[in-house]
């Protein structure tokens, strides 16, 4: 089956420096790539949604220039957290859409300090 | 403006009855819906979905029913395993023709089979 190998698993960083969350198609080829963030007991909140090779749509609220979406190639998506602060500590999964439909990543466990 | 809601945020059900977890919507273009089983520190995993040409989907102990005129949908699992035991998202998507739609979810719902 398809299967979207996420990177770190989870990562504690100091307040002010940037994370890179890389999300990777094993698979399949994801022509659109989902970045959704769950904090604890809550729903997973889609933050943006993008097309290889083109610009990341991003959800109301979402800031575009903090968390920076790549998705350069079919197989590769990364999501960039700027200038981490506290706030931002959470849980973000990615979700590729191909051929096998939705393939949800492991996620990824922020934490900022 | 929630949009899918999961208005149980728990269950507790006796190994061997039956689960039953609902969830409701409010926009008509939503047409297809799926269920995700989420234990904690993962990413969801796929159980069942359903389109909106369909009112029932069933694989092994997963059903899923739709009523659309109600806007309601509900997973019954049968018989409940303690390793049913997770939280399960619904969410729904209205797709379109030439990619994927993003997913709505709903908040979830605690399921605990117990012995």
């Known amino acids: 089956g398809a299967v979207v190998s996420q990177h770190p698993s989870w990562v504690i960083c100091k307040s002010g420096t940037s994370v890179k969350i890389e999300c990777r198609s094993l698979?399949?080829?994801?022509?659109?790539m989902f970045w959704y963030r769950q904090f604890p007991k809550q729903s997973l909140m889609l933050m943006a949604t993008?097309?290889?090779?083109?610009?990341?749509?991003?959800e109301q609220g979402v800031e575009k220039d903090k968390f920076l979406i790549n998705h350069a190639s079919l197989t590769l998506s990364t999501l960039t957290v700027t200038s981490a602060h506290p706030e931002d500590s959470s849980f973000y999964i990615c979700?590729?859409?191909?051929?096998?439909?939705?393939?949800f990543g492991s996620g990824t466990r922020l934490t900022v300090v | 403006d929630q949009q899918v809601k999961q208005n149980s945020p728990s269950l507790s059900v006796q190994e061997g009855r039956i689960s039953i977890l609902n969830c409701d919507y409010t926009n008509s273009m939503f047409d297809y819906f799926l269920w995700y089983k989420k234990y904690p520190a993962e990413g969801p995993t796929f159980l069942i979905s359903i389109s909106s040409i369909k009112d029932k989907n069933e694989d092994g102990r997963f059903t899923v029913f739709l009523n659309k005129s109600a806007k309601h949908l509900s997973l019954h699992i049968v018989p409940s395993q303690p390793g049913d035991s997770a939280v399960y998202f619904c969410a729904a998507s209205a797709a379109f023709s030439g990619g994927y739609n993003k997913l709505i979810f709903g908040a979830g719902t605690r399921l605990a089979v117990h012995p």
């Open positions: 979700s590729g859409g191909g051929n096998y439909g939705y393939t």
């Open positions: 993008s097309n290889e090779g083109s610009k990341a749509t991003y």
């Open positions: 698979d399949f080829q994801a022509t659109t």
